[in-house]
């Protein structure tokens, strides 16, 4: 069976430990993904803004700004296209999860996240973004 290649997703990795964001960033680019990095919650924003991604992958626990407070911010200031966020967090209370659902976030991840299964998710992202009937909203 012939598949078209599908186009990459744009994922921005919000992390601010340089060594992690790197390894996520480098394991999405492995699998075909357009990563960006921003290592704070004022980067992250500026980033989506700019150019709004297809998937956030968000730290929580960010310097200054927390994660859920990013996330908020991206549901209400980005018009149109919504990425897809999902926490990749230490935090992995019952507290925690209904925070981040409070914030707006799709799903909610403990690290350390699964390579496979952070890819595996991804994937169904992109193969939801591209199918026919349900492909991204240009936002225009």
């Known amino acids: 069976m012939n598949e078209s290649p599908r186009p990459p997703l744009s994922v921005l990795v919000v992390e601010d430990l340089l060594d992690v964001a790197e390894s996520v960033a480098d394991l999405l680019t492995i699998s075909g993904h ?4 921003a290592s704070c919650g004022s980067d992250a924003l500026l980033a989506a803004l700019a150019n709004p991604p297809d998937v956030v992958l968000l730290d929580i626990g960010l310097p200054g700004m927390d994660g859920w407070e990013v996330a908020r911010r991206l549901r209400s200031q980005l018009n149109g296209k919504q990425p897809v ?28 996240a699964d390579p496979v299964a952070l ?19 240009s936002g225009k």
């Open 34 to 37: 357009a990563v960006r990095v």
């Open 85 to 112: 966020v999902v926490a990749v967090t230490g935090l992995g209370a019952d507290d925690d999860r209904r925070r981040s659902a409070d914030a707006g976030i799709d799903l909610h991840l403990t690290k350390p």
């Open 119 to 137: 890819t595996t998710l991804l994937a169904r992202v992109r193969s939801l973004l591209s199918s026919p009937d349900r492909g991204p909203s």
